[in-house]
């Protein structure tokens, strides 16, 4: 498959992020250039086929700057300073402070348009880069007085090449919704998680799906973390505070299962956390006896006919159909259900057929 972005990007910190983004590129034919403070994080990177080791006379079109919070603000001034032609992103998971600090720097904030992601793994590092990492995941772009829409619709095009469904919301909004969709979840599965530090060896022995769900992100990179709970400390602070007085209901209701009222509050916690998942797009219940594969289709008329109709030409019955949309995206994500054991075969001939599935 060949890249709508054109021209050179230079990827600087080739972590997680910065090697899955180079992954995805170069398996596009970008010419990706790549840089990193630690030169073995570098060579490991380049190894992997995420890019070239950067040199003299590179000129990015775009810079993508994947460092850890704490120093995004200082990487990406030096990078607007090196590269006065570039437009240079992040991919920081906040997103306020950075573009408060280059402002407040006095840097040419013209030429700089943040983003997130909203795809990572557990683990640090280039060895746990993906090139699939962003399949079908939102990618925020938060736009400020200075940018521009050409700005946006170029990182929206860099975005979609990953696979990933753009979405533009200003730093302030955007750090508001990250501190209860991610920065919480991170914390409350760190502190279940650590229930199990003393648990005894015959209690840890039968963990199942239901520990494995709640805790998989509770494995996360502490340092990382530190970072971006400090960097938007005032805004978890509310949802922990909501989420303390939900917790003393709770001890309230379990103290005496049966005084008047109990069941009724425990009864009201269970579905306030169904009426909750239910909101996850995307997650609106299991049915055990499909199995569900996630096609991303193009938002052209006639694409959604034209994979049914490529379903049905291989053979597969469809047992459930979802379409979803993302406001502004040209990209639709197509869910669809099929018994067990069509899936396999499924998803490979749709995938020779060029389809991407997520
Ligand atoms: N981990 C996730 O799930 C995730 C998801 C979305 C966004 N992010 C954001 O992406 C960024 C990178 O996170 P990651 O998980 O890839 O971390 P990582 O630790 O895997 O990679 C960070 C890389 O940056 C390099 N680096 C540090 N300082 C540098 C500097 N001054 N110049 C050049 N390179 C430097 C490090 O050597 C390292 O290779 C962070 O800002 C994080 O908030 C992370
Ligand atoms: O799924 C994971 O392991 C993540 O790290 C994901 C996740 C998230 O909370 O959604 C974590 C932090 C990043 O800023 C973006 C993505």
Redesign the pocket.
Known sequence: MSARTTGQVRVVGTGLLGTSIGLGLTSLDVDVVLDDVSPSTLALAVDYGAGRRAAEGDAPAIVVVAVPPDVVARVVAEELARFPEALVTDVA?VKAGPLAALQAAGAPVARYLGS???????RSGPIAARADLFLGRPWVIAPHEASTAEQAVLLESLAFELGAIPVRLPAERHDDA?AV??HA??LVSSLLAARLVDAPDHATDLAGQGLRDTT??AA?DPALWVQ?LSANAARVLPVLSDLRDDLDALLGALADPAAPGAQRALADVLAAGNDGVARIPGKHGVDLRTTTLTVLIDDRPGQLARLLTEIGELGVNLEDMRLEHSPGAPIGIVEVSVLPEAAGGLEADLERRGWRVA
């Open positions: 998971s997130h992601p909203m795809a990572g793994r557990e990250v969709v991610s979840p991170q998989r992100i996360s971006i």
